[in-house]
């Protein structure tokens, strides 16, 4: 008989979460009642295919023309070894908040805080992206033109939204992202489906023609700026590790979780991009800059008015889901840090509820900032735009951020003791993982536009400095690292008697 004893088997493992999260520190305040599947759908809908390719298809087309496809292939390959050390990560210390615990046990509480800083803003940013880009397809679907005032009346309503969905409970946050997942997956294969089948116009071999883009120069710029909206929509499955608290098993459920995120949503976002591409009506007048809604144009030639409408109504479910997602991983990772004491506000920012045990004023704060970020967008529509452009930067940094801290880890004997290990393949994919995310950022960053504003041609670089030198400015003047007891920096002594606690769990 095993410890349990008459215990149920989910019962058991219930018990043995709470005893894995005692012995790295932590009591566990949270409901464990997401199962893997709805995990999964937390950071599906956090990397939604639809936000992503939807939102940045026109810019991308332009840009590069339609082999621009193929970064969909690289860069989902790309993220996979970067999920690869994230699973392997969580799966040894499946604690709330993410990015910010787990840089915290490998390397220490100076580099956890500026992970999470950088993370942090990232998310906020995110969250204001999500809500204003949204807004454009509510207009559409309603038949008005967007103004700045309607553009940040609809963010504001789908911020509030989503708040009011997270403030109810891991229940309904892990219902309706659920409810996203199925909508978006669903209306993905259908569009693509019925692109491909019936409204076709282009040969597959479309996808190696460049249309005469660089043919003046070399194509390796234009093809390198193509890289933005792939590299868009493969974040998101760090999301099913901030919520690890409230995931039963999480140290075996997570890692997978996450990877079904890439492989289900890389694909997801391949084959709706494949399927605009082969319907461009008018190639040459998108790559012109003549069609600036390519999306709209092919839908409607191909859907009519009325199909446009229903893709519509779904695109605005992913939107609401997407940010209902990015709300529910930056509140944790809020809490994480209070519970830690590692920013102001901690004694209210680590209160949970006590009827829907989720951190209500954390989640408050993070749907009032991205709040105020889009309200901006009345009086500061440029700011606000340089702003928003930080959103995936800063989310590429805080993951390097973390593979490189795990590849310190490594140099100090860390061998990860969770259940999901890479064993011997540990320092090749860690190391690949770390030079892929290096070039991406130095892709993203990049200016490309010299006639365009300062503030605009370097605005990713502007705001990341900005977040850094404030980061960097608060940890040495105030230290808040120095606060608190919670353990940090021990991944490398702590291996063995965690894989123990993690092997008990399943005896």
């Given amino acids: 008989m095993n410890a349990a004893g008459n215990k149920s ?36 809908t956090y990397l939604s ?230 319907a461009v009506p008018d190639m040459q007048a998108v790559i012109a800059g003549k069609d600036t809604d390519p999306v709209a144009t092919i839908l409607r030639t191909a859907m009519g008015e009325l199909g446009f409408r229903a893709v519509l109504a779904v695109v605005l479910i992913s939107f609401v889901s997407c940010a209902l997602s990015v709300q529910a991983a930056a509140s944790r990772l809020l809490f994480a840090y209070a519970r830690d004491e590692m920013i102001a506000g901690s004694r209210y920012l680590s209160r949970m509820s006590p009827h829907t045990h989720v951190p209500v004023t954390a989640l408050l704060l993070t749907g009032l900032i991205p709040a105020l970020i889009a309200l901006c967008g009345l009086w500061l529509q440029d700011a606000v735009a340089t702003i928003i452009s930080f959103a995936a930067a800063g989310i590429y940094i805080a993951f390097q951020m973390l593979v490189l801290a795990a590849l310190i880890a490594r140099a100090k004997g860390w061998q990860p003791g969770g259940p999901f290990r890479l064993r011997r393949w540990g320092w090749p994919v860690n190391l690949v993982a770390l030079a892929y995310g290096v070039c991406a950022i130095v892709d993203m960053m990049w200016p490309r536009n010299p006639q365009d504003p300062w503030y605009s041609n370097y605005g990713m670089i502007v705001t990341t400095a900005a977040v850094l030198l404030l980061g960097t400015t608060y940890m040495v003047v105030g230290r808040p690292y120095d606060r608190g007891q919670a353990p940090a920096g021990d991944a490398h002594r702590l291996a063995p008697s965690i894989e123990e606690t993690a092997g008990s769990a399943h005896v």
């Fill in 49 to 278: 295919p639809v936000v992503g390719v939807y939102s940045l298809f026109g810019f991308a087309l332009a840009a590069g023309g339609p082999p621009m496809f193929w970064w969909y292939v690289l860069v989902g390959f790309g993220q996979m070894f970067v999920c690869l050390i994230f699973g392997e990560v969580v799966s040894q210390f499946p604690i709330s908040g993410g990015l910010y615990p787990w840089a915290r046990r490998l390397v220490g509480k100076r580099w956890a805080w500026m992970a999470g800083w950088v993370y942090g803003w990232a998310l906020f940013v995110s969250i204001a992206a999500v809500a204003t880009g949204g807004a454009p397809f509510l207009a559409q679907l309603l038949g008005f033109t967007p103004t700045p005032m309607t553009t940040t009346a609809i963010a504001l309503a789908m911020i509030a939204l989503a708040t009011l969905f997270n403030v109810s409970g891991t229940r309904l946050l892990a219902r309706v992202a659920m409810f996203g997942f199925i909508c978006e997956l669903i209306g993905a294969i259908i569009v693509g489906a019925y692109l491909l089948l019936l409204a076709r116009r282009h040969p597959f071999s479309v996808l190696f023609d460049t249309f005469g883009i660089g043919r003046h120069g070399s194509y390796l710029p234009a093809f390198l700026a193509a890289a933005l909206a792939a590299m868009f929509c493969y974040y998101g499955f760090e999301a099913c590790g901030d919520v690890a608290e409230e995931t039963p098993d999480a140290s075996r459920r997570i890692p997978k979780a996450m990877r079904m995120t890439i492989y289900v949503g890389g694909a997801a976002s391949m084959l709706v991009c494949l399927a605009l591409i082969l």
């Fill in 9 to 44: 088997p989910a019962q058991a493992t219930l018990d043995a979460d709470a005893a894995q999260l005692q012995a790295l520190g932590y009591a566990s305040k949270f409901d464990r009642t997401m199962t893997e599947l709805e995990n999964f759908s937390l950071g599906f």
